[in-house]
């Protein structure tokens, strides 16, 4: 195991729901990545977009070497494949980190998921077949998703393919909640790369976006 290295995926939705809130998107994602190469050790990214498609936008580029998202990058359009868009990730690292030799393999390896719509059209992957395979990675090799989900039942849906509520957070899907969102994941990546254990980090890291949340949605 490669001590410091740790492989970051990121799971992004450019479905068409996400319309209006393209720069929003694009400007927090490229906060977070500034955010992340000033921080210790080293990582790899890897970015996948979905829409009613899956695109593998960054395939474990070095992190210093990931170039700024730009709006030729991320533009909305289509529907919601985020069974399809999550088991692809998985499966890809999955065989990566099988196959690198025994000290190339990353030390931590951690997914984020963000959509602001529920699963509609993928074709691959099912529920069951995402949970079973989320499930073996934790369980085996100790990796971390961080579910975050507007429009929905955040905690509920992250349920359904195998990631606690501890690691799951519905956000307001307008400029402000996407602001608060990468804020609140990019020092949630920073913590878990720095820690020794990962898993020790607990629900508190969702409180920013918990609070922004409610703060609009109070009666």
């Known amino acids: 195991m490669k001590k410091n290295l740790t492989e ?17 998107t694009i400007g927090g994602f490229n906060a977070m990545l500034t955010r992340q190469k000033e921080q210790e050790g080293e990582a790899n990214v890897t970015t996948i977009l979905f829409d009613h498609e899956v695109q593998l936008l960054h395939d474990r580029f070095p992190l210093k070497d990931v170039a700024p998202l730009t709006e030729k990058d991320y533009y909305v359009r289509g529907c919601t494949a985020l069974l399809d868009a999550i088991g692809y990730g998985v499966e890809k690292m999955a065989n990566i980190q099988r ?52 429009d929905m039942d955040a905690v509920k849906e992250a349920a359904r393919f195998g990631i606690s509520s501890d690691r799951a957070v519905r956000f307001e899907n307008d400029a402000q909640g996407v602001a608060v969102n990468y ?8 913590r878990m790369r720095q820690a020794d254990c990962p898993a020790s980090i607990g629900a508190e890291w969702k409180e920013e976006i918990e609070a ?8």
């Open 8 to 24: 970051l995926v990121f799971i992004l939705d450019r479905s068409g729901s996400m319309g209006g809130l393209e720069q929003d």
């Open 99 to 150: 196959h690198l030799p025994e000290s190339e393999r990353a030390e931590k390896v951690i997914f984020v998921i963000t959509t602001d719509g529920l699963e509609n059209a993928s074709k691959r992957f099912s529920y069951e077949k995402i949970r079973r395979m989320i499930e073996q990675e934790k369980e085996q090799y100790g990796w971390e998703f961080l579910f975050l989900g507007a």
């Open 183 to 190: 804020h609140a994941v990019s020092e949630t990546v920073c």
């Open 212 to 219: 922004d949340f409610q703060k609009r949605h109070q009666q």
